[in-house]
């Protein structure tokens, strides 16, 4: 039988949203995009992920772990996260971002 971890975050995107406006909001998202970016490349890949995965609290999740985060979120199918796919990835994973927006 075949166990899966589950990573659980407290969804604070739509109390940020709400303090922050859709534009500032977006604006931070961008730099959680840039806090965890390589640099070199300009995307999100799994060495500059595992890198910088202390930044979000997360230096405890296996090398599997981040592997799924960036599947998770990876469009294109190239193994990295661009912008884009990152913001898209974090406003999927918000369910109360999504449900907020429909009031």
Known sequence: ?????????QDFFPS?????GAEGFIRELCNGFRLLVD??????T???????SSILGLEDLR???????????????DGA????EFCVL??????GLISGSKK
């Open 81 to 84: 996260l661009t912008q884009m």
């Open 63 to 77: 090398d599997d772990e981040l592997i799924c985060m960036l599947r998770e979120g990876d469009l294109d199918g």
């Open 16 to 20: 940020m949203k709400e303090k922050l």
């Open 46 to 52: 799994f060495e500059s992920l595992k890198r910088n």
């Open 39 to 44: 640099g070199d490349k300009n995307v999100i």
């Open 1 to 9: 039988m075949e166990t899966q971890n589950v990573v659980m975050f």
């Open 90 to 95: 974090m406003l999927r994973l918000s369910p």
